[in-house]
C-alpha cells in the first residue's frame, strides 16, 4: 500500500470509528452512489438500511438483498418523521444543488434523530484548488453539481434546523499524490469524465493540470465530519 492508500485507509477508519450507534438501529443512507461504500460500511456495522438516491441507475447497480431502496429526492422525503436514529451523507452533499440544501437539511432533521455529514472540505493544495475547480466546471457543464462548501457552511445550515452539534471534527490529508501515482489518479479521472460525457475543453483542461499534478504533485482536500442531534417537537 502506498502511503497515499495508507493514509486514505486510516482517514476512513477514523470516520467510522465516529458512528456511535446500536446494531439493528434504522439508518438513512442518503445518496447511495455508484460505489455504494456507505452502504457496504453500514449494513457490515449491522444496521437496518434504507438507501435513497435521485439516480435510478445508481440505486439499480447493487444488491437489493439486506437493504431498502427508494427513489427520491434528499429534498422531498416520501418518508415518516423520526423514521430513523441517523441519516448518513457520506460525500454526497456536494452533489446536491446548492439551491436544494435547505429543503434537504430540513428534511434530514424531520425524518432522523441524528444527521452524520462526512465532506471534503474546498482544498488548500495550489494544484489540488485548481483540479477542484476544473472538475467543478465539468461537472456544472453537464447540468451536475460538485460544490464545496466549509464546514462552517453545514454547521449553519444545522443549526437552522435547531440541530444541536455533538461532533465537528476535521481529518487531515497530509501526503502529496506524485509521479505515477498521480499519472494513474488522473487517468482515471479523464475515464470518468468521459463516461459522464463531458465536453473536450474540460478533458483538455484537465489534462493540463494533469501534467502539473504527476510532476508537482498534489495534497488532497481535509474531510470534515459533522454529528447532529436533530430537535423534534413533541
Ligand atoms: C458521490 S455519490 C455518494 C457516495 C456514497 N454515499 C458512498 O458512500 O459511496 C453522490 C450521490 O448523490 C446522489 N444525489 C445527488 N443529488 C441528490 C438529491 N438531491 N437527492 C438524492 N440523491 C442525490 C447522486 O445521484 C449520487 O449518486
Known amino acids: 500500500m502506498t502511503a497515499f492508500e495508507e493514509e486514505r485507509r486510516r482517514l476512513r477508519e477514523r470516520v467510522w470509528s465516529l458512528v456511535d450507534i446500536d446494531r439493528g438501529t434504522r439508518v438513512l443512507d442518503v445518496g447511495v452512489g455508484r460505489e455504494a461504500h456507505s452502504l457496504k460500511k453500514l449494513l457490515e456495522l449491522g444496521l437496518v438500511v434504507t438507501s435513497i438516491d435521485v439516480d435510478l441507475a445508481a440505486l439499480r447497480k447493487h444488491d437489493t438483498r439486506g437493504a431498502s431502496f427508494v427513489q427520491c429526492n434528499a429534498a422531498c422525503l416520501p418518508l415518516r418523521k423520526r423514521t430513523f436514529g441517523l441519516s448518513m451523507v457520506n460525500f454526497t452533499l456536494h452533489e446536491i444543488d446548492p439551491i436544494l440544501h435547505q429543503k434537504v437539511f430540513a428534511e434530514l432533521c424531520r425524518v432522523s434523530e441524528r444527521i452524520m455529514i462526512i465532506e471534503p472540505a474546498p482544498g488548500t493544495d495550489s494544484v489540488y484548488q485548481r483540479y477542484q475547480q476544473i472538475w467543478t466546471e465539468s461537472m456544472h457543464s453537464i447540468g451536475q453539481f460538485e460544490d464545496y462548501q466549509t464546514v462552517e457552511y453545514w454547521i449553519r445550515l ?58 508537482k504533485g498534489m495534497v488532497f482536500s481535509n474531510i470534515n465530519v459533522i454529528v447532529a442531534h436533530a430537535q423534534h417537537s413533541k
Open 158 to 215: 444545522l443549526k437552522k434546523y435547531d440541530a444541536e452539534i455533538a461532533v465537528s471534527e476535521q481529518l487531515t490529508s497530509s501526503i502529496r499524490v506524485v509521479g505515477p501515482e498521480a499519472k494513474k489518479y488522473m487517468a482515471l479521472v479523464l475515464e470518468d469524465m468521459r463516461e459522464e460525457g463531458v465536453s473536450e475543453k474540460y478533458i483538455k483542461k484537465m489534462m493540463t493540470i494533469g501534467r502539473n499534478v504527476e510532476n
